[in-house]
């Protein structure tokens, strides 16, 4: 907390000498500190920036510094004391809770202490059970939440995280859980299990039609909000993002799906401590969510040219500096030397790939399969599934994110030098993989 004091020491001399002590976020040197308090662990899983600029205007008037001369460390501990206990008592537990559209699940999976997936019948009791929330309260929200927001809320199994924070700072933590939840799922389920349990839309079809002919015109219909749902309030927030979950979760039965699930999720959680490394295996994520949310459209233009694209973006971001040489051949080595597919000539599909993305970038020429337009006809013709081009090359990227935040660590301990960053020494130890023809990691 040492440097914390004293930023929040400096401010204090700072206002003193200016002979202001109510600025605010607007002002420059208070919006440092206020972000500084922010990203110290003490803070933050409780602070709401907003809140914390009236606290801090609040608590130098409480202690009368406009009327003090001198300043020292322990008043930058009392500012900080006061400002902990205030934001604390507004701290509670609220679930977001969203459907995972189109997948499906026999029963419920927990997958750690703040993270549920709610499956089979009476989703409301369930939800009940895990949140310790009123039944009768619950039953009247989600009531109203088929009833104005979204009627196949219940239709598809629930996700439920727990987040403790404060109630004003909901509205952006829950749409970020719920993107890295949903592109875990994703990631997980593309590297290790399809082309099991997939669910194409003519499959789905049948599905519904035995189960419930009403449905069917619902296997198009997307998500358009998340619930969050407290002891005392509750709300609806708008979904910011597309997403589908076209397959069985049964897998997550198995514990290391499990386990890997909860190590990436609670990775992407870390905002506080990320590197630059980091950020550039959330971009990659993201690009992944790109493309798999645009391949396989039948009504999408170039839907598969775009999932081409996507992939190979997360890709270049995860292993090509901006002014690299090279880059092809460097792309290639690295997606080939990570991961090593069994049964499958994966090193034709990386190049295919590769050469597609060039091919539409450039001139605009678009990538097609056959399986594709086959397998959205007939559900059960699967015999091309998880052994097209697009298919292996999607895996070898899903297996690379799924395994992020080992990787990061292992750049983080592998530090040539001592004032190397993380991205710096991920940078190098690709190099070297490349110039010596070797493995970069063993073992992940």
Not at 78 to 95: G, M, P
Not at 320 to 342: C, G, I, P, W
């Amino acid at each position: 907390m040492d440097k914390i004091y004293k930023k929040v020491l400096y401010l204090l001399k700072y206002n003193y000498e200016r002979g202001n002590w109510s600025s605010r976020l607007e002002d420059k040197e208070t919006n440092k500190v206020i972000t500084s308090i922010a990203k110290h662990p003490e803070f933050s899983e409780i602070i709401n920036i907003e809140d914390t600029e009236e606290w801090l205007v609040q608590i130098f008037s409480w202690l009368e510094f406009h009327k003090k001369e001198d300043f020292s460390l322990d008043d930058s501990k009392q500012v900080l004391d006061l400002l902990k206990v205030n934001l604390q008592l507004n701290v509670k537990e609220y679930w977001v809770v969203f459907p995972l559209v189109n997948a499906t699940l026999n029963d419920t999976i927990c997958l750690s202490e703040d993270i549920y997936i709610i499956g089979g019948e009476d989703k409301v009791y369930q939800m009940h059970y895990i949140t310790k929330l009123s039944s009768d309260e619950l039953e009247s929200r989600f009531e109203h939440t088929l009833n104005s927001r979204s009627p196949i809320f219940l239709s598809h199994p629930l996700i439920a995280i727990k987040i403790t924070h404060q109630y004003s700072s909901v509205n952006h933590i829950a749409s970020d859980r719920a993107f890295y939840a949903i592109s875990v799922l994703n990631i997980l389920y593309r590297a290790y299990i399809y082309p099991e349990h997939e669910y194409s839309r003519m499959h789905l079809a049948i599905k519904r039609f035995g189960e419930n002919k009403s449905m069917l015109k619902n296997i198009d219909t997307l998500n358009y909000h998340i619930a969050v749902h407290g002891d005392k309030n509750w709300k609806h927030i708008p979904i910011n993002f597309s997403y589908n979950c076209r397959f069985s979760l049964e897998w997550l039965k198995n514990q290391k799906y499990v386990d890997r699930f909860v190590k990436l999720y609670h990775w992407t959680r870390e905002s506080d401590n990320l590197n630059e490394l980091d950020f550039r295996f959330l971009r990659a994520i993201k690009f992944f969510m790109k493309s798999i949310n645009n391949g396989k459209k039948i009504k999408s233009l170039d839907s598969e040219s775009d999932a081409v694209l996507y992939l190979n973006i997360a890709a270049e971001v995860l292993f090509l500096k901006k002014h690299e040489s090279d880059k092809k051949k460097k792309l290639k080595f690295h997606l080939n030397h990570l991961v090593r597919l069994t049964d499958i000539d994966q090193t034709i599909a990386i190049d295919k790939i590769c050469k597609s993305r060039n091919d539409f970038v450039h001139e605009g020429l678009e990538y097609r399969e056959d399986y594709f337009s086959r397998n959205e006809v007939d559900p059960f013709l699967t015999d091309a599934k998880g052994d097209t081009d697009l298919d292996v090359f999607n895996k070898i990227i899903s297996v690379i994110i799924s395994k992020a935040d080992l990787y990061v660590e292992y750049a983080n301990d592998n530090k040539k030098h001592s004032n190397y960053t993380t991205k710096q020494s991920w940078f190098n130890l690709l190099k070297d993989s490349y110039e010596s023809s070797q493995y970069l990691i063993k073992g992940i």
